[in-house]
């Protein structure tokens, strides 16, 4: 468990290498941040980061086992670890000499923290660099809550400002403000800031203060669209253009969500529950979890009718000399 990770530090247990794997922004940035702050109590921290699409990783293991001027350890961040996962041949700007990484690992540097961030969703088992950086580093995963850990995960941060959330604001705080938990810690701060003296965040406040995410609007859009609520859609529509947000961009975020439905819909029918579903088509389970009892689910032949149409959009956004803003209003409208 990545709470327990976080204990070893703040006990400074801290392991010369570390590994930091997953797709959960949030957990690889906190971690860096627990971190530094061990370091911190122990004088200045030295901070020194690497781009490992741009950089070698020779230049990484030379800064780690180079002496830190400032204080008796520092902290190496080599992000974008892309030769832990499958790439394809003549893809990689830079080429690694991961026998000299391989190397390294068995003896890296006393006065160094040393920390590989690979922020993909799988690693590549069967590479040998792969299981020699398991086997020497702490590793770290980053992945996504279930929708349950999420929710006990909001709790601990509103209880951390000092406040409590009723059961209404928690559901509404998931439901507009989507999973990404960079963002949620935001809104949380500024909901927590907003309230001041008082002590409970109400749904109220929640709808209030909220920046809805991008992908929370278009799911709302979508719901409207195969609803056959039009007038909602256009004016989510419409809020969206306002944003600046490209006609193009956004269709193809309905399409991914009808496709999603459509996925969902049939591995329902087969007897698949939300968990299994989420696991099978590799989303976040919170995605499956407000797509399961959807009622457009139950309508496989608009399903299908309609990605059939959003191709048609998407080849005419990408054809046709018109207002491209109007080429998908006339969509939402039929």
Known sequence: ???EKWMQIANNKISPVYLLYGTEAYFIEETLKRLKRNLNENGEVEVINFDLEE????????EADTIPFFSDRKLVVARNAFFLKATEKGKEKVVHDLNILEQWLHSPSPTAITVFIAPYEKLDERKKITKAIKQHAEVIE????????????ILHEVSSFGKTISEEALNTLIEVGGSNLVHLQTELMKIATYLGELDEIDAETVRLLLVRTLEQDVFTLGNAYLSGNRS???EIYHDLLKRKEDPLKLNALIATQVRLMIQVSHLKKKGYHAQQIANQLKVHPY???LLFDNPSLQNDKKLLTTLNDLATVDLQLKTLNINRERILEMFLMK
Request: charged share 30%.
């Open 1 to 3: 468990m990545i709470s």
């Open 55 to 62: 950089k070698n990783i020779e230049e990484v293991i030379y």
């Open 142 to 153: 980053a992945s996504s809550l279930q929708p349950h850990d999420l929710k006990g995960w």
């Open 232 to 234: 909602e859609a256009i």
């Open 287 to 289: 995605r499956v979890k």
